[in-house]
């Protein structure tokens, strides 16, 4: 599976952004997907996942840092999930990873990400 992400870029505080990874190769519908961000100088942190199970929905989980100001979402007819980011902190600047797995349950973890895709920067100024 190759994941390409994309719509990063730079937004004033408060501002929105929505990120894409298109896939490509794999049954994207049957992948659990997740995002990941990793802040200069700063370990790669788990932001979003959502859950293969049926149609373009899914369960979703969130890290606390984002929870009620980002929405992870998935057009499985489009291979494509989506991180749409309102009210934008400077905190939230990093480089954004997308990831898949053939792992059955919501992942919140590196390690149970079989596929990663190159990242899109996200600057949020003050």
């Known amino acids: 599976v190759q994941l390409q992400a994309s719509g990063g870029g730079l937004v004033q505080a408060g501002g929105s952004l929505r990120l894409s990874c298109a896939a490509s190769g794999g049954t994207f519908s049957t992948y659990v997907l997740g995002w990941f961000r990793q802040a200069p100088g700063k370990d790669r942190d788990f932001v979003a996942t959502i859950n293969w199970s049926g149609g373009s929905g899914g369960s979703t989980g969130y890290a606390d840092s984002v929870r009620g100001r980002f929405t992870i979402s998935r057009d499985n007819a489009k291979n494509t999930v989506y991180l749409q980011m309102n009210s934008l902190k400077p905190e939230d600047t990093a480089v954004y990873y997308c990831?898949?797995?053939?792992?059955?349950?919501?992942?919140?973890?590196?390690?149970?990400?079989?596929?990663w895709g190159q990242g899109t920067q996200v600057t949020v100024s003050s």
């Open positions: 990831a898949a797995t053939t792992y059955y349950t919501l992942s919140y973890y590196e390690k149970e990400y079989d596929y």
